[in-house]
């Protein structure tokens, strides 16, 4: 194993990273090392002037403690300074810093977060949202086409119906026009929609109940299975009896949700529309 010997004061390191960081308190000047510069001779700061022989002390006296490291009379304290070593030091210090700085504003990230979990919803939205278009021009809005009775065809109730509501939503955006249902991460599988009150002539929002929430999917089934009955005369007229049994029990399964009779359809629909509108509360 290598050591490492200090030539100023012969202490011996084992690691060469620590040998180094020891070396730079001999070769930069004394006054770096203390608070305030040394504005008094060397031998105004010892116990002992150093023109005082150490012989002239008692034998029985430690001229020093054994901890601490005994000033080599060779150093000479106004020798260059090392300014590739003073360099490296300050790289170090500054990448320190710069990996502090960083976490610092990383934890500010969460410090400064608001949080409006308590925020009243309703009024929040009655007083920044109120809109021309309401929830009701929304279900209007809502046309069935054959386009949209294949989707149920080929992803059956849940994620046919879920889709359809979802097209008419992006139809919205695309026309600029705001979306009157909402929802909020802080509010689970709730839903608001805005309502135009024809007792006062008012518009203002309310948290749709699963009765209402019903009778929107109702009044899509109703459309669809309208359409659905268009279908059925067209294709029997061009599939063989047996062909077209097969495939209008099939679909008529998938129209109606029976293929999902242990499951409340109504609702799956509703929490994937929450999770499709949902925003985040903090960001209001």
Same mark, same amino acid.
């Given at each position: 194993?290598?050591?490492?010997?200090? &030539?100023?004061?012969?202490? $011996?390191?084992?690691?060469?990273?620590?040998?180094? #960081? =020891?070396?730079?308190? *001999?070769?930069?000047?004394? %006054?770096? =090392?203390? %608070? $305030?510069? /040394?504005?008094?001779?060397? %031998?105004?700061?010892?116990?002992?002037?150093?023109?005082?022989?150490?012989?002239? *002390?008692?034998?029985?006296?430690?001229? *020093?403690?054994?901890?601490?490291?005994?000033?080599?009379?060779?150093?000479?304290?106004?020798? !260059?300074?090392?300014?590739?070593?003073?360099?490296?030091? /300050?790289?170090?210090?500054?990448?320190?810093?710069?990996?502090?700085?960083?976490?610092?504003? +990383?934890?500010?990230k969460f410090v400064n977060?608001?949080?409006?979990?308590?925020?009243?919803?309703?009024?929040?939205?009655?007083?920044? =949202?109120?809109?021309? +278009?309401? +929830? *009701? &021009?929304?279900?209007?809005?809502?046309?069935?086409?054959?386009?949209?009775?294949?989707?149920?065809?080929?992803?059956?109730?849940?994620?046919?119906? +879920?889709?359809?509501?979802? =097209?008419?939503?992006?139809?919205?955006?695309?026309?600029?026009?705001?979306?009157?249902? #909402?929802?909020?991460?802080?509010? %689970? !599988?709730?839903?608001?929609?805005?309502?135009?009150?024809?007792?006062?002539?008012?518009?203002? @929002?309310?948290?749709?109940?699963?009765?209402?929430?019903?009778?929107?999917?109702?009044?899509?089934d109703k459309n669809i299975?309208?359409?659905?009955?268009? @279908?059925?005369?067209?294709?029997?007229?061009?599939?063989?009896?047996?062909?077209?049994?097969?495939?209008?029990?099939?679909?008529?399964?998938?129209?109606?949700?029976?293929?999902?009779?242990?499951?409340? $359809?109504?609702?799956?629909? #509703?929490?994937?529309?929450?999770?499709? /509108?949902?925003?985040?509360?903090?960001?209001?």
């Amino acid at each position: 194993m290598t050591n490492y010997i200090c &030539n100023y004061c012969l202490k $011996t390191y084992v690691r060469k990273y620590f040998y180094e #960081k =020891h070396l730079l308190i *001999h070769e930069t000047p004394l %006054e770096t =090392h203390l %608070e $305030t510069p /040394l504005e008094t001779p060397l %031998e105004t700061h010892l116990e002992t002037p150093l023109e005082t022989p150490l012989e002239t *002390h008692s034998p029985n006296i430690e001229t *020093h403690s054994p901890n601490i490291e005994t000033p080599n009379p060779n150093i000479d304290f106004n020798s !260059n300074i090392n300014y590739n070593k003073i360099l490296n030091l /300050l790289i170090e210090l500054n990448n320190k810093y710069n990996k502090l700085q960083k976490e610092i504003n +990383f934890i500010k990230k969460f410090v400064n977060i608001p949080n409006n979990n308590n925020i009243d919803i309703l009024t929040y939205l009655n007083n920044n =949202h109120i809109y021309d +278009f309401t +929830f *009701h &021009n929304f279900m209007d809005f809502i046309i069935i086409d054959n386009h949209l009775l294949n989707i149920i065809f080929q992803k059956d109730y849940i994620d046919g119906i +879920f889709d359809i509501i979802i =097209h008419f939503i992006e139809k919205l955006n695309s026309l600029d026009i705001p979306i009157p249902i #909402k929802s909020f991460n802080n509010k %689970e !599988n709730i839903l608001y929609i805005l309502q135009h009150n024809l007792n006062n002539n008012l518009k203002n @929002w309310i948290i749709i109940d699963d009765i209402y929430f019903s009778k929107f999917i109702n009044s899509i089934d109703k459309n669809i299975y309208k359409l659905f009955l268009i @279908w059925k005369e067209e294709i029997s007229n061009k599939l063989t009896k047996n062909a077209f049994s097969e495939i209008y029990i099939i679909n008529m399964k998938k129209v109606i949700g029976a293929n999902f009779e242990n499951k409340n $359809t109504k609702n799956i629909i #509703k929490n994937k529309l929450f999770n499709y /509108l949902k925003t985040d509360i903090n960001s209001i």
